[in-house]
T-cell receptor
Framework: GQQVMQIPQYQHVQEGEDFTTYCNSSTTLSNIQWYKQRPGGHPVFLIQLVKSGEVKKQKRLTFQFGEAKKNSSLHITATQTTDVGTYFCAGSGSGYALNFGKGTSLLVTP | DGGITQSPKYLFRKEGQNVTLSCEQNLNHDAMYWYRQDPGQGLRLIYYSQIVNDFQKGDIAEGYSVSREKKESFPLTVTSAQKNPTAFYLC????????????FGSGTRLTVV
């Protein structure tokens, strides 16, 4: 079945540095969603990308969907300690439920 | 406020016992989902339901059962057939089409001893 792979698994940055996580699918996706899970919390929906090549921004976060709709990225500019958590991408292919990647855990030290 | 409620937050059970995890939503969402989260494994789909009285198996349904008798409720039973039930269980809901984001509950951490 469809698999969504995420890299890196962990990332440790100094506050103010940039951060990027990448998501790759074995099949073409109809859309991709991104979620954030704070330590001890539950995933919270951030955004959905639908169109090929789409780019969306939320303040310091930039989300991209690849031209082939098989990959996506999340870039955070000038990280802050509030960005700590695990970021998941989730793909929607032919099925009716999302397939989640394993996530990238971001640690930000002041 | 609308939301999705999971209870209890922590649950301890002896090996061999069945246990039911509660999930209730008042968002009027059509679809509901159960995911299991293990360290370093991401979220794996157990069961999902698009409408009342209908549900489908996910990737790891063995040892689990669900029911969807009401739109608001989607309880998950972890049976004694589940070989490794200790995990963090997350319930989610959405408007039913795959193009909508999920709202997650705060999760139930199940420990089987």
């Amino acid at each position: 079945g469809q698999q969504v792979m995420q890299i890196p698994q962990y990332q440790h940055v100094q506050e103010g540095e940039d951060f990027t996580t990448y998501c790759n699918s074995s099949t073409t996706l109809s859309n991709i969603q991104w979620y954030k899970q704070r330590p001890g919390g539950h995933p919270v929906f951030l955004i959905q990308l639908v169109k090929s090549g789409e780019v969306k921004k939320q303040k310091r976060l930039t989300f991209q969907f690849g031209e082939a709709k098989k990959n996506s990225s999340l870039h955070i500019t000038a990280t802050q300690t509030t960005d700590v958590g695990t970021y998941f991408c989730a793909g929607s292919g032919s099925g009716y439920a999302l397939n989640f990647g394993k996530g990238t855990s971001l640690l930000v030290t002041p | 406020d609308g939301g999705i409620t999971q209870s209890p937050k922590y649950l301890f059970r002896k090996e061999g016992q069945n246990v039911t995890l509660s999930c209730e939503q008042n968002l009027n969402h059509d679809a509901m989902y159960w995911y299991r989260q293990d360290p370093g494994q991401g979220l794996r789909l157990i069961y999902y339901s698009q409408i009342v009285n209908d549900f489908q198996k996910g990737d790891i349904a063995e040892g689990y059962s669900v029911s969807r008798e009401k739109k608001e409720s989607f309880p998950l039973t972890v049976t004694s057939a589940q070989k490794n039930p200790t995990a963090f269980y997350l319930c989610a809901s959405s408007w039913g089409h795959r193009d909508y984001g999920y709202t997650f509950g705060s999760g139930t951490r199940l420990t089987v001893v």
